[in-house]
């Protein structure tokens, strides 16, 4: 079946930039997600690309997607404690189903 | 604020007990869908409600018994629960092709 991968932890000072990648094996994904969880609620979702983009700029996140190596990134600018959470990618295959990945906990360093 | 509401947010209950978890969305979504997550792991899918009418069910046992009253509400009803159940229990609602939008949750503790 279809996977989603993604690295299990991550560590930066704040006011750094934030780096959390993802690989996706499903070659017709059409949306890739990202969501956060903070400790006790649900996962709220951050942004998400098309898979026809290469890049998509928020505010301070940045997602970059290369569909050619099914590799997905995002990019968190100036790092606060806020951000200190669980990141799930996603790949929605269709049919409402959505494959998560395992999470990145980032932990930020005052 | 989550547009997604999910009720109770703890339940404690026996192996024995009967209980029900609710959800409720207004966003016209068609879509509602019960996840379960345990601790530090991603969330699994259980069941998916497309226009109140149920098209996924995920293997799940039949302790586990969802029902969707009409487009704005999802239940789950729980009966004869193991501690392994013990879990946080999310509910969600999209439109097809879009994202989920996910309730904070119900903690369950099954003693």
């Known amino acids: 079946g279809e996977d989603v991968e993604q690295s299990l932890f991550l560590s930066v000072r704040e006011g750094d930039s934030s780096v959390i990648n993802c690989t996706y094996t499903d070659s017709s994904s059409t949306y890739l997600y990202w969501y956060k969880q903070e400790p006790g609620a649900g996962l709220q979702l951050l942004t998400y690309i098309f898979s026809n983009m290469d890049m998509k700029q928020d505010q301070r996140l940045t997602v970059l997607l290369n569909k050619k190596d099914k590799h997905l990134s995002l990019r968190i600018a100036d790092t606060q404690t806020g951000d200190s959470a669980i990141y799930f990618c996603a790949d929605y295959t269709g049919g409402f189903k959505t494959i998560f990945g395992a999470g990145t906990r980032l932990f930020v360093k005052a | 604020d989550t547009e997604v509401t999910q009720t109770p947010k703890h339940l404690v209950m026996g192996m024995t007990n009967k209980k029900s978890l609710k959800c409720e969305q207004h966003?016209?979504?068609?879509?509602m869908y019960w996840y379960k997550q345990k601790a530090k792991k991603p969330p699994e899918l259980m069941f998916v409600?497309?226009?109140?009418?149920?098209?996924i069910n995920e293997s799940v046992p039949s302790r586990f018994s969802p029902e969707c009253p009409n487009s704005s509400l999802l239940n789950l009803h729980l009966h004869a629960l193991q501690p392994e159940d013990s879990a946080l229990y999310l509910c969600?609602?999209?439109?097809?092709?879009?994202?989920?939008?996910f309730g904070n949750g119900t903690r369950l503790t099954v003693t």
């Open positions: 409600y497309s226009y109140e009418k149920l098209s």
């Open positions: 969600a609602s999209s439109q097809e092709f879009s994202p989920l939008h």
């Open positions: 966003m016209g979504h068609r879509a």
